[in-house]
């Protein structure tokens, strides 16, 4: 958690005042036993009216005071938990943009999610109670164990014991809870996986009536959340009556060998009166500081998750800015090598693609084809070999250079809520409207623009479209921008056949490097080479007529398709 307290730069001053106003209340609280001390020794004693009236006039003053210092030191500390949460947030944020995939697919997307929400949520609190209550309790105890030595130095021992007990206590209790809370944790990411899942796959539960099997899994999982928090809600329930048995011996200790110092005159009854209020004081204090502990320790393990994401090294960054769309070879790949996990998932491919030609990839599925789109767009590294843009490394680039020229169309279509229009913005912010009519035309979605319009709403996911459409959607915005190269990763897979040769008739008019991936032999059959994968190794290529001939492999994709 120390870790984080960089994110509290630019609320240093509320920060510093928060802890003082808590020190102000603390003094004016230390300083009314004193008085009450006074009171009964001197006004009572006495039988001085006027003396009382004083006093008790005095400690409603104090009274007032801080309660208006308190207002203030908590509005302070909630503006820098609030300050300090914005500014976590958006750089946990930034850092999940700036991630390696890889690293992003290790933890998972629920994992990350609770992590953005929840856990730096925790974190805010536990600046907001620490600057309320934690910064308050040395004030408070140092204090009334100070105006105890000043009293009697012999009855603040007892005091000290007391301290000494209680913070053991307090430290033994969040030892047990603290490894269940972190479990408590990660079975809160289980619960946004399970919860995403069944959310996304929907209409998948219910069209093979599986709801029945989703929810006795997800409630597997929330009654195993629920048993290891109430295992740590078990432990942590002893604190209060161990405290409160603690600081109880820890009155009648002081009440007994104090009564005996009153009755033998060496303490007067207003000091044993003080005595008594500075104990309950710290007691308090203490009792509220092990309730927030409760707070800390899941603070603890969340800033731990948070940190865990901090910490991960994101994407390199090289120093190139611009590509050099001139170079007359546009891509190479010389002997790459790459796995997600374990084996080989391509390996030794090698291939060159000059200037506006295009280069088709096909394949069963699994054999590597949309591995090697992702590494040229650098959401991987190859683990060997060197891959080759515009006559540079890729890794020379930086990334924001590097994906400004090329047009990505993923295998799954994505289509975020909004408008048609704010979905082709996405590649290019200041593409004019003409532009964006024109690449539906190229994408073959004209029908879309005659029927919703540019400015048509499309609802989050696009279910509004249907899966040819949300494919187009997605072809037409790679093609808002001039590229030097372009990537179709299976990109007319939801076309139908005449549909795909218009776009493909089109598209190969513009400029431009272009690479189609695809199962579909009408998708790469007029490329100007074409590579057969199986099993992530290049095994054909050449044109659709050569490799007719001398891969079996593509004869049989021929055969299946063509008849």
Not at 3 to 15: C, D, E, N, P, V
Not at 197 to 214: C, E, H, N, P, Y
Not at 536 to 555: D, M, N, S
């Amino acid at each position: 958690m120390f870790r984080l307290i960089r994110f509290i730069k630019g609320h240093t001053a509320a920060a510093i005042s928060a802890p003082l106003c808590k020190l102000i209340e603390a003094i004016a609280e230390l300083a009314v036993p004193m008085i009450v001390a006074s009171v009964i020794d001197i006004g009572i004693a006495n039988g001085d009216k006027s003396y009382v009236l004083k006093y008790c006039a005095v400690i409603a003053v104090l009274a007032v005071g801080g309660f208006l210092i308190s207002v203030t030191g908590q509005y302070l500390a909630s503006k820098v938990a609030l300050g300090f949460g914005t500014k976590l947030r958006a750089a946990t944020f930034g850092k999940i943009n700036k991630l390696p995939i890889s690293a992003a697919d290790r933890l998972g997307g629920a994992s990350l999610v609770t992590r953005l929400t929840g856990d730096v949520m925790n974190c805010q609190n536990a600046v907001n109670m620490t600057l309320r209550l934690v910064l308050r309790t040395p004030f408070v105890v140092i204090g009334a164990f100070v105006m105890s030595m000043i009293i009697d130095p012999v009855l603040a021992l007892m005091f000290l014991a007391m301290t000494i007990v209680l913070t053991a206590v307090i430290s033994c209790v969040l030892k047990l809870t603290m490894p269940r809370v972190k479990k408590a944790q990660k079975n809160l990411d289980e619960l946004a996986r399970l919860s995403a899942q069944s959310l996304s796959g929907a209409r998948v539960i219910r069209a093979f009536s599986k709801q029945t099997d989703t929810k006795a899994e997800f409630e597997a999982a929330a009654d195993a959340t629920a048993k290891t928090n109430i295992g740590a809600a078990r432990i942590f329930a002893l604190l209060t009556p161990l405290t409160f048995a603690v600081v109880n011996l820890a009155i009648i200790a002081v009440l007994w060998f104090g009564g005996v110092k009153v009755d033998g005159g060496r303490l007067s009854q207003g000091d044993l009166i003080a005595l008594i209020n500075y104990l309950n004081q710290a007691f308090f204090v203490i009792v509220n500081i092990g309730n927030v502990f409760s707070v800390f320790t899941r603070s603890a393990a969340c800033a731990a998750r948070v940190n865990e994401v901090l910490d991960m090294p994101q994407d390199s960054e090289g120093e190139l800015d611009e590509v050099d769309g001139a170079c007359s070879e546009t891509l190479r790949f010389d002997g790459v090598c790459f796995a997600y996990d374990g084996d080989y998932d391509i390996q030794g491919v090698s291939f060159t693609l000059g200037k506006d030609k295009t280069l088709g990839i096909i394949g069963g599925t699994g054999s590597g084809k949309s591995t090697i789109i992702n590494l040229i767009e650098r959401f991987y590294t190859p683990a060997e070999g060197g891959i080759f843009y515009c006559g540079r490394p890729l890794e020379d680039y930086t990334a924001a250079a590097l994906r400004k020229s090329l047009g990505y169309v993923p295998q799954r279509a994505a289509v975020i809520s909004g408008t048609l229009d704010s979905n082709l913005r996405i590649a290019d912010e200041s593409v004019t409207r003409e532009r964006e009519e024109q690449a539906l035309r190229i994408a073959q979605a004209s029908e879309l623009l005659a029927g919703i319009g540019l400015d048509g709403k499309i609802n989050a996911g696009g279910k509004n479209l249907s899966g040819g459409q949300r494919q187009r959607v997605n072809i037409a915005r790679a093609l808002c921008r001039d590229n030097v190269l372009y990537l179709f990763d299976d990109a007319t897979s939801a076309l139908d056949y005449k549909t795909e040769r218009e776009f493909m008739t089109a598209v190969n008019k513009l400029p431009g490097a272009k690479i189609f991936v695809s199962q579909r032999i009408s998708a790469v059959s007029g490329c100007d080479e074409i590579l057969v994968l199986d099993g992530g190794k290049i095994v054909g290529r050449g044109t659709h007529a050569q490799l007719k001939k001398t891969c079996p492999l593509y004869g049989e994709f021929c055969a299946s398709q063509q008849g």
